[in-house]
């Protein structure tokens, strides 16, 4: 399943050995939320992968790439991707790439409700369709939330955020479990993505059966 969802995301899965660069239509597409994604990257422990471009810009990524030690691969692409792209404004950041096929038999927690329904924070109303949220019961107010970044019907990917006062409860983990079950019953696979600084998520995505397996994400982010 994760093959599959690979492959249509970045446009080529699995590589032969080392980074290979796709030119791929996807990237000159909208996204799911309408927004851009002009480079995108997976690898895995071994430091193999897909870096996945606009078709123009195949040619000069793959000489930017070529011969690069695993170690060398962050930097390289830091410095000099969004530019090889055309978005020198942006920035490339690296992150933890986690997906599962057993999520955590944990108890469910939080009800579906629409995204443009009332009571739910602003980060939350750009996901299309329904997203899990965890509310305060008697008041009704917001405790926690999940919404789910549709990539492909094979790939859907997971955000989680929890209001301050209620971190600490379990709340964030039980929703992602929850989430990440709903996503393997309907025949994909459910993805976890998160800064490697960000402790605090990845304590959910191990809870929630989200393990390390030392694979990263590789993205532009920042004004298009």
Not at 34 to 49: F, H, I, K, M, S
Not at 85 to 92: A, D, K, N, S
Not at 196 to 205: E, G, R
Request: charged share 20%; with cysteine; glycine share 12%.
């Amino acid at each position: 399943m994760l093959d599959r969802f690979l492959r249509v995301w970045l446009g080529s899965w699995p590589s032969p050995g080392g980074v290979l660069v796709v030119g791929s239509p996807q990237r000159e597409k909208p996204r799911w939320d309408g927004g851009e994604q002009r480079a995108l990257g997976v690898t895995d422990a071994a430091g193999n992968g897909v870096l996945s471009v606009p078709p123009a810009s195949r040619e000069a990524v793959a000489a930017l790439v070529a011969g690069l030690a695993p170690g060398e691969l962050e930097a390289a692409l830091a410095a000099e991707l969004p530019g090889l792209v055309g978005r020198p404004e942006q920035h490339c950041f690296t992150g933890v790439f986690r997906w599962t096929e057993a999520p955590a038999d944990l108890p469910d927690a939080g009800a579906w409700e629409p995204s443009d329904g009332p009571g739910l924070p602003e980060w939350l109303r750009p996901f299309p369709g329904e997203v899990l949220v965890a509310r305060e019961p008697g008041t009704w107010e917001y405790l926690a939330g999940v919404g789910l970044k549709p990539h492909d019907p094979t790939g859907v990917e997971i955000s989680v955020g929890t209001a301050e006062r209620a971190r600490g409860q379990g709340l964030a983990r039980r929703l992602v479990a929850r989430t990440a079950r709903r996503i393997v019953a309907a025949g994909a696979v459910p993805i976890y993505l998160h800064d490697p600084a960000n402790t605090a998520s990845a304590h959910v995505a191990v809870a929630s059966g989200f393990p390390d397996l030392g694979w990263k994400v590789h993205a532009l982010a920042g004004a298009a």
